[in-house]
């Protein structure tokens, strides 16, 4: 069985999308009923996760070389889009936090390093690096 890694409400708390860790699952489903409304494979494996409501994007740590972004695609489907890879040069092999700002224009991360990245979404470009 896959190991449920992350979980978030989108849609004002009306659907539940859980990301899977070795399966790469990403799977949403609906509240009220409980039913699922769709099922997809992220690009590599699922290490965390943040989402921002208001942007509908999808942020995930790959476990490889960094972090990906998605877009929640709207109605019908539903399915998320992959926008933007961030390559993190990544030493070993464990889960690092990924958190959005309040607008959620910015990403930021962690690191196996002890670094904390700063990242503009919409370019792709690292706007700070704080230094533990």
Known sequence: PSLPISAHF???GHTLMVAFLDSREIIAWNVTPWNQLWHQKARMCIGSTAYH???KML???NLIDGFDAY???DQP???LLHICHFRVKI?????CQVQFDLDGKTAITGSDNGRVVIWDISTGRQLQVLHH
């Open 53 to 55: 409501d208001g942007t």
């Open 77 to 79: 489907d539903n399915r």
């Open 91 to 95: 030493r070993r092999n464990h889960i």
């Open 10 to 12: 989108l849609n004002r």
């Open 59 to 61: 942020l995930v740590w």
């Open 71 to 73: 877009q929640l695609a």
